[in-house]
T-cell receptor, first 112, second 112 residues
């Protein structure tokens, strides 16, 4: 059974800092991996999706990398801002027709 | 374009009561999903519908039923609510191809 782990569970950084969030998964045979953002009391918003054949995806200040062989993905946030404060979740999909398996998320606080 | 909408936003039930959570999407997506989110457990899939007229069990279907009323609407019913069903419930939809799921704002359910 696929398990997804995100470490740390919570992270607090000063504004302007570059930071890395980690996601690991137990079964490397994945179809794709997604990073989501969840604001308090809100639903999830998809940030980046990496197909199994890709190594990374970028969107603005966000860069997600994927290393299937080691079962790891990282989300890099450059020049963090208070507006980046949220919970970030990663989710893996094992086949094209399977469901997403989510990690529990990393709660990020960016202090002004 | 409202995206994915859910009603109600909040609900308190007594043990044994029944209720239906409503979800609608206006993006013409084929697939729709119901998740629950619990502290320490992450998001878990309850039921999903790959297309109008089909539904399938997810990871935690016990105690729930679903109806895919049409392409837009996917409802989740609790026939006899239990305190273990206290959770935040999210509906999501997905279009083929981009494989990105779009989430509603959630329903916060408390069962006393």
């Amino acid at each position: 059974k696929q398990e997804v782990t995100q470490i740390p569970a919570a992270l607090s950084v000063p504004e302007g800092e570059n930071l890395v969030l980690n996601c690991s998964f137990t079964d490397s045979a994945i179809y794709n991996l997604q990073w989501f953002r969840q604001d308090p009391g809100k639903g999830l918003t998809s940030l980046l999706l990496i197909q199994s054949s890709q190594r990374e995806q970028t969107s603005g200040r966000l860069n997600a990398s994927l290393d299937k062989s080691s079962g790891r993905s990282t989300l890099y946030i450059a020049a963090s801002q208070p507006g980046d404060s949220a919970t970030y979740l990663c989710a893996v999909k094992e086949t094209s027709g399977s469901r997403l398996t989510f990690g529990e998320g990393t709660q990020l606080t960016v202090n002004p | 374009n409202a995206g994915v909408t859910q009603t109600p936003k909040f609900q308190v039930l007594k043990t044994g009561q029944s209720m239906t959570l409503q979800c609608a999407q206006d993006m013409n997506h084929n697939s729709m999903y119901w998740y629950r989110q619990d502290p320490g457990m992450g998001l878990r899939l309850i039921y999903y519908s790959a297309s109008e007229g089909t539904t399938d069990k997810g990871e935690v279907p016990n105690g729930y039923n679903v109806s895919r009323l049409n392409k837009r609407e996917f409802s989740l019913r609790l026939e006899s609510a239990a305190p273990s069903q206290t959770s935040v419930y999210f509906c999501a939809s997905r279009i083929q191809g981009p494989d990105t799921q779009y989430f509603g704002p959630g329903t916060r359910l408390t069962v006393l």
